[in-house]
């Protein structure tokens, strides 16, 4: 050892290099020397220990279902959520039919507009999809089907079919448009030298639902990929010589504080429906929230188990209402007093007659009814045409004050 010190670094380096591996350490006094650090050493037991972990298994989805459920941060439960009935409304008719086009969710900070939306994930139900398919394909629909898919049905191939759960995706704001429509796969054009599309947050949202957090501070130009992509219910992707279409239905959820800015008028127009969520005034309320998360922080599975027969009531309802849905009729003059009032209200486009139509439908399936009455269309109406009344992007959002006026006056 000293005259190892004693000589050049080089000279030192050319002799470890020379130097077998397991002669490097040098044992002294019943220690080893590693990189200069003494190491205390037991006889007969190695001092380096290999943990192997990421394992492959084989489990099938169920179990691989359950584990994902498991290994997640838990929710707060929806049915425990204290007031703020035109929010929860607005999210329950869109999981009832998706077609609505979603809901823009404005108002105060610390009002749970988070906490509602996320809770919404425990009330999903589960749909039937194409097994290893990355765009959610439905077997039974062509519209929610991607073309690789489709061309495989056509073919007479049989492909494996399993139930999953909706899908909620959350989209941060420092999100890039490549991640969230997708790109060409790094990996594969490397390694096997061919261009492959590589799915973004958009393919994983098909057939679920897609949470921005408040959308009001979301880039432009990523909030008019997102709002054409649900208007359309598909995502293009051109780049890098890849050329792709695939599905992107999904439920576009957004909220936001109106005091950090609002969305302009015509994306606003791209949300189905608007709900104001306003501070709850009421003492004895607020009481009964603090303590509610207050039980929910100190151990939340137990406080999830207290609110397991309210979430499966509402679970099986929202099932009901969306297998009774296709048969809920509103009758003809309703339909016209509905388009009576938009345009009286001068709203531009349709998308208000036919968001109201749906909504009343969808709430008229949730109270268990098979026929749309005029006070379902009194309850949905403030929120599917308040935010498409403002014609100046400095003006407020009508806070509905204006609609109900006119839906009564037309339904007198």
């Not at 350490?25 to 192997?52: E, L, N, T």
């Not at 099938?60 to 929010?87: C, H, T, W």
């Not at 009002?111 to 919404?120: A, E, F, I, N, Y």
Request: proline share 5%.
């Amino acid at each position: 050892m000293a005259s190892l010190l004693g000589t050049s670094s080089s000279a030192a380096a050319a002799i470890l290099a020379s130097t077998p591996l397991s002669s490097r350490s040098w044992q002294s006094q019943g220690r080893k020397f590693y990189g200069g650090i003494r190491v205390p050493v037991k006889k007969g037991r190695s001092q380096f220990h290999v943990a192997i972990s990421n394992v492959a298994t084989e489990i099938n989805p169920a179990q691989e279902q359950k584990l994902a459920e498991e290994s997640q941060r838990p929710v707060y439960p929806f049915a425990a959520i204290v007031g703020q009935d035109e929010m929860k409304l607005c999210l329950l008719l869109n999981v009832i039919d998706p077609k609505i086009g979603g809901v823009m969710i404005m108002g105060d900070r610390g009002t749970g507009k988070s906490t509602t939306v996320r809770s919404l994930v425990d009330l999903l139900p589960e749909i039937k999809v194409i097994s290893g398919d990355p765009f959610n394909s439905d077997p039974d629909d062509q519209e929610v089907m991607s073309a690789e898919v489709r061309d495989k049905l056509r073919s007479g191939q049989q492909l494996p079919i399993s139930r999953t759960k909706i899908n909620m995706v959350d989209l941060p704001l420092g999100a890039t448009e490549d991640r969230v429509c997708g790109t060409i796969d790094i990996e594969k054009a490397l390694t096997e030298g061919v261009k492959a599309f590589e799915p973004g947050l958009l393919a994983k949202a098909n057939r679920g639902i897609l949470y921005v957090d408040e959308v009001n501070l979301l880039d432009d130009h990523l909030v008019d990929v997102l709002l054409d992509s649900a208007a359309s219910g598909w995502n293009t992707v051109e780049r890098e010589g890849i050329s792709i279409s695939h599905p992107a239905r999904f439920i576009l959820i957004g909220s936001g504080n109106p005091e950090e800015g609002e969305l302009r008028p015509q994306l606003l127009d791209r949300f189905g429906m608007h709900a104001q969520v306003g501070t709850v005034r009421d003492a004895e309320l607020r009481v009964k929230i603090v303590e509610e998360r207050a039980r929910f922080d100190k151990n939340p599975k137990e406080f999830r188990e207290s609110y397991k027969a309210e979430q499966e009531k509402l679970q099986n309802q929202i099932d009901s209402a969306r297998n009774a849905l296709s048969a809920v009729t509103i009758d003809h003059d309703l339909r016209v007093k509905i388009s009576k009032v938009c345009a009286e209200l001068n709203v531009d486009g349709l998308r208000g007659d036919i968001v109201t139509n749906r909504a009343a439908r969808a709430l008229a399936a949730l109270k268990g009814r098979d026929k749309v009455t005029p006070e379902d269309i009194a309850t949905v109406i403030p929120n599917c045409l308040r935010h498409r009344l403002r014609k100046d992007p400095l003006e407020s959002i009508d806070s509905g004050v204006l609609v109900v006026e006119k839906f009564y006056e037309v339904f007198a």
